[in-house]
């Protein structure tokens, strides 16, 4: 089971007490802009973004900027994920190539 990032503020922070009790708190942790990390994971720009995503760059530059609704950020970790999964393809095809000319 993968685990999901979570970007823009976390609203707080679950601690153990040295009594055994759990505190929560709030959190001022900042997590990474998604945006951000989808447009340097894939070489874009705001704008190559958004035209990717079929909107204009202002509602990418506000993502970027402000919280996002959940099926975008589930989109671009999904852009993310795939990038991924492109580079470690095109590590097994060369892999591939190279042992068939063995």
Not at 10 to 33: A, I, Q
Not at 85 to 101: P, R, V, Y
Request: net charge neutral.
């Amino acid at each position: 089971m993968s685990k999901m990032k979570l970007y823009g503020k976390v609203p707080y922070e679950v601690r153990r007490e040295d009594e055994g009790y759990l505190s929560v708190e709030e959190s001022t942790e900042e997590k990474p802009n998604i945006v951000k990390e989808t447009c340097k994971k894939l070489g874009l720009t705001q704008k190559e973004l958004a035209e990717r995503l079929d909107v204009p760059q202002s509602t990418v530059s506000g993502w970027a900027k402000n919280d996002i609704p959940k099926m975008t950020q589930f989109a671009l970790e999904l852009l993310i994920k795939n990038k991924d999964l492109e580079d470690k393809l095109n590590i097994f095809k060369q892999a591939h190539k190279i042992a068939s000319e063995l």
